[in-house]
C-alpha cells in the first residue's frame, strides 16, 4: 500500500482494511467517518481554490471528484487492494477489485488517519492527494467545448451554437445560464451554469457531450 501516512497505531490501519465479509470487527464505522472527513475537506479546498463558482458549480465538482468510482480509481493507484482483508467468498468472486469495497476502504484509511494523527494530518492528506484531481477536473472541463467540436465535426454534424438564457448577480458574483444548441436533425438544447459566461458554456458542452456518446453508443 503506498498511502503516504506512517500509522503510529498500526491496528487502526488493519481495521480500516477490514471488509465485513471478514468478520465482526470491519471498517463500516470507521467508513462513515471517513466519508465526512473527505467531503468536508474536498468542499474546503474547492471553496479555497474556485472563489467565483457558485454552490451549484461547487457541488457538482465535489461530486466528480468524491463518488465510488473516482474514489475506487485512486485507491487501486494506492495499491489498497492488495492489503483489503476480505472473507472468503469476497476474495474468491474478486471483492478486492469491487469499485465499492475499494472506495470504502479509501474512506475508512482517511477516518484511521485522523484517529492515529489528528485533522491537520488527515486534511493534510486530502489536500496532497486530491489537489492535482482538481486540476486534471478543471482541464477537463476547459476542454469540453473543444472536444464536443470535434467529435461532431468527425460525423459531418453541424457545429454547436451556444445561447445566453440567463444572467443575473453581481459584479463580484456573477451567474450565468448557457444553452448549447445541437442540430441532430433537430435542435437539442442543453443548459449549463457557471460564474462566467465561459464556464457556463463549458458545462453545457459535456453536458452536450455525454447526451451524444451515450445516444450513439
Not at 55 to 75: F, I, P
Request: charged share 25%.
Amino acid at each position: 500500500m503506498h498511502l503516504p501516512h506512517e500509522f503510529h497505531d498500526a491496528a487502526l490501519a488493519e481495521l480500516a482494511l477490514t471488509h465485513r465479509s471478514a468478520g465482526r470487527h470491519n471498517n463500516e464505522r470507521l467508513e462513515f467517518l471517513g466519508d465526512a472527513l473527505l467531503n468536508a475537506f474536498v468542499a474546503e479546498l474547492l471553496f479555497e481554490q474556485r472563489p467565483r463558482a457558485d454552490e451549484g458549480e461547487l457541488t457538482r465538482q465535489r461530486a466528480a471528484l468524491v463518488n465510488g468510482q473516482a474514489l475506487a480509481q485512486l485507491a487501486r493507484e494506492l495499491d489498497i487492494g492488495a492489503r483489503l482483508h476480505l472473507g472468503p467468498g469476497e476474495m474468491k468472486s474478486g471483492g478486492q477489485r469491487r469499485d465499492s469495497i475499494l472506495a470504502d476502504a479509501f474512506e475508512a484509511l482517511l477516518a484511521a488517519v485522523y484517529l492515529d494523527a489528528g485533522l491537520d494530518t488527515c486534511r493534510a492528506l486530502v489536500r496532497t492527494l486530491f489537489e492535482p484531481r482538481i486540476a486534471l477536473l478543471e482541464k477537463s472541463a476547459k476542454d469540453a467545448k473543444t472536444r464536443l467540436q470535434e467529435w461532431l465535426q468527425q460525423r459531418a454534424l453541424g457545429l454547436p451554437q451556444y445561447e445566453l438564457v440567463h444572467s443575473s448577480g453581481s459584479d463580484h458574483a456573477p451567474h450565468f445560464e448557457v444553452d448549447c444548441v445541437l442540430a441532430l436533425p433537430e435542435p437539442q438544447h442543453f443548459n449549463g451554469s457557471g460564474s462566467s459566461r465561459r464556464a457556463a458554456e463549458q458545462e453545457a458542452a459535456a453536458h452536450a457531450l455525454a447526451a451524444v456518446r451515450e445516444r450513439r453508443a
